[in-house]
């Protein structure tokens, strides 16, 4: 780094170390006779008729432990910041239809899901609220936010004005909204602003018709705050993706000019606003290094918003978290494997790392903020950086085979059909078919030595089991071959003829988040509307069984019956490892080291914190602290290829080599 910038560094620290004097966001724009709320005139805006340069983060509720919540809200508002930017994910908030969980539910993630306390602790910590409610979000996640059980309609088309889709659309928005609608600034709340749909410029078909009914479902539920639309580019009329009357806003990384240029052209009586400052860049699995952007690239782009441009700014991210369980999103490409998948981690190489901690970004952007800020106001002490800890090394302690799994797969979970169907068509669930994890499907047949096994498109990653037994699909080789979207033929070189279980196991890997109306008709497994089927000899099998391995924490926590390691048939991929982490004194944060173990999925006392894959770039999973206990603490791991003979901890992320700059 050079001198230049190792001065910038030192003033950033130097302004958000100790607190600042001053009043509070509050204290300066809700008290007052002028109760008017956001608006955007004349270049500019206005919050209760003073004027106001947002400077907001994106912090993602359900990325983040909500005991961690409070932390990273502080150290946003610490660099200088007024306000702080969610999504909101309906396919958390809505995991069945017609069953709503804001944080009093039994589900993975209920613990999360408290949306209106975050909002709440917002206002505490002394920031706006950005709300972007959807119903699509992007965001990296799993099918845009989007429920997967949408798909149970065979002629759906999401984000369109289709009716059915509508339907669900304004039942999801009726169950939120009066959840936080007296939230709103002008109610003595924190919400300022609230998003219209997402990036609607870059999906076609467009609806104009859809857009006005999202607008109309906010105004039904009563909200009054401003109402604005975010896009990446502006063609055209550059009215693509929004309605009159609606404030545009522009998502971006680099060339600040051009899109705020063109943006002024739009809206020329507008004031400007980065909705989406690309902070840094996501993974996805099979990535060579870690995806990001240059520091000083960064603060270059940022200065020029601030002084050509007068713009205000949300940096996406500020603070990325995690993509727990199985929620992390895809992008469709148009080659083999046709899809790829986001990794755990959202790091995002943003002004937070995952873990919490201060990057060289947030210092950068504190030396700007403090120099374009206007008014000053106070803001808090720096919080400290959290404790990370390499916990000793464990051994493999207890096990379960597969066939144990598959035995502990509740019947209703278990069904037989003439021909395969796709995880979302499973008939359980209360008709809400599967969402995630893996689908097993089972064929007892007469099989003979050199009997070919043939499936096609299984959707999305596939491994082949006999009587249990994992078959190398080439997985082992020195140039390791997955069955990733692809079709694939097997010798089944049983050693006896006769009766035989064949077992195709398919992972859903994600629902990818971003595209146009081809990009989101997607289901899992053996799909007939991706023209998935399995053959056994040249003939499509009929009458086969379906497992449905959710692997749902409830179900990870209630496994009972584990075998210790030296005993039974011996520990062998695919199987669930447990071992027990015994913790003296108050839990740290801490990082699991997966770089021995192959393919799978890790949960800590039955939280799925999701997934891991020797490909890189990602080889460590983060471990908050508050999902540690004192004392006994559970490591679970369902490992899918190739077990290691240990379980390593760490306290330093490896998110892989620096070095891809998007």
């Known amino acids: 780094m050079t001198l230049y910038w190792c001065k910038l560094a030192f003033l950033a620290m130097m302004f958000t170390v100790v607190a600042s004097q001053g009043p509070t966001v509050y204290e300066y724009f809700a008290n007052t006779a002028n109760l008017t709320g956001l608006v955007a005139e004349n270049r500019e805006f206005t919050l209760n008729g003073r004027q106001i340069r947002i400077i907001s983060g994106a912090i993602h509720y359900f990325r983040i432990h909500p005991a961690l919540w409070r932390d990273r809200l502080r150290k946003l508002r610490a660099i200088g910041a007024n306000c702080v930017e969610t999504y909101v994910p309906w396919n958390l908030h809505e995991p069945r239809r017609g069953e709503f969980d804001f944080g009093n539910g039994t589900n993975d993630f209920s613990e999360f899901l408290n949306v209106r306390r975050y909002i709440e602790m917002a206002k505490e910590e002394d920031l706006l609220v950005l709300f972007r409610p959807g119903p699509y979000i992007c965001s990296e996640w799993d099918y845009g936010g989007l429920p997967s059980w949408l798909q149970t309609d065979p002629n759906m088309r999401v984000r369109e004005n289709y009716e059915p889709y509508l339907d669900r659309v304004k039942i999801f928005l009726d169950a939120l909204l009066p959840q936080v609608a007296d939230l709103e600034f002008t109610r003595g709340g924190a919400i300022i602003g609230v998003q219209i749909e997402n990036e609607y410029n870059s999906f076609n078909p467009k609806s104009k018709e859809y857009l006005e009914f999202i607008r109309q479902s906010f105004l039904e539920n009563g909200l009054e705050s401003l109402f604005f639309t975010s896009d990446n580019s502006f063609g055209g009329d550059g009215m693509g993706g929004t309605l009159d009357g609606i404030l545009q806003t522009a998502n971006f990384q680099s060339n600040p000019d051009s899109i705020l240029s063109r943006l002024l052209e739009v809206q020329p009586d507008k004031p400007l606003m980065a909705m989406e400052f690309w902070s840094g860049w996501f993974n996805h699995w099979f990535d ?22 007068n713009s205000s700014v949300n940096f996406y991210m500020f603070h990325g978290g995690t993509n727990f369980g199985f929620m992390a999103g895809a992008n469709n490409i148009g080659e083999p494997p046709y ?24 210092e950068f952007a504190a030396v700007l903020i403090n120099q374009y800020e206007s008014p000053k106001l106070g803001r808090p002490q720096r919080p400290l950086e959290s404790q990370k800890t390499a916990y000793p090394t464990l051994g493999l302690q207890r096990y379960l085979t597969y066939t144990d799994i598959i035995d502990r797969v509740p019947a209703s979970h278990m069904v037989t059909m003439d021909k395969p169907v796709s995880m979302e068509l499973l008939p359980i669930n209360d008709g809400n078919g599967q969402s995630y994890g893996y689908i097993v499907y089972r ?66 890997i994600a629902r990818t988040n971003f595209g146009g109306r081809g990009d989101f008709v997607q289901q899992k497994g053996i799909a007939e509307i991706h023209q998935s089927k399995i053959e056994i000899n040249d003939q499509e099998i009929q009458g086969v069984e379906m497992i449905a391995l959710e692997f749902k924490n409830d179900w990870v926590k209630g496994l009972q019956n584990w075998r210790n390691s030296s005993e039974g048939p011996g520990m062998r991929a695919p199987c669930l490892i447990q071992s027990t982490l015994t913790i003296t004194g108050e839990p740290a944060d801490t990082f699991l080291d997966m770089t021995n173990w192959h393919k799978g999925i890790v949960f800590v006392n039955g939280f799925n914190i999701g997934r891991y894959f020797k490909v890189g770039p990602q080889q460590t999973l983060y471990i908050p602290s508050p999902l540690l206990n004192t004392g006994d603490n559970a490591i679970t791991i369902f490992e899918q290829l190739e077990l290691a003979s240990e379980i390593r901890f760490t306290n330093v992320p490896n998110l892989g080599r620096t070095g891809k700059v998007a």
């Open 288 to 309: 060579d290094s870690k995806a990001g952007s240059d520091p000083q690239q960064f603060q270059g782009v940022l200065e020029t918003m601030f002084r050509t441009y």
């Open 443 to 508: 064929k007892n047949s007469t099989i003979n030595a050199g009997d070919r096994y043939k499936a096609s498109w299984p959707r999305d990653f596939a491994i082949l089991l006999t009587d249990g037994d994992l078959i190398d699909t080439g997985f082992t080789n020195d140039q390791p071959e997955y069955w990733l979207n692809s079709i694939k033929e097997f010798s089944l070189n049983v050693t006896n003829n006769g009766e035989h279980i064949v077992d195709l196991m398919v992972e859903n």
């Open 339 to 362: 899809i790829l998948s986001d990794i755990t981690s959202y790091d995002y190489d943003a002004l937070i790392s995952e873990a919490g901690d201060y990057t060289t970004k947030y």
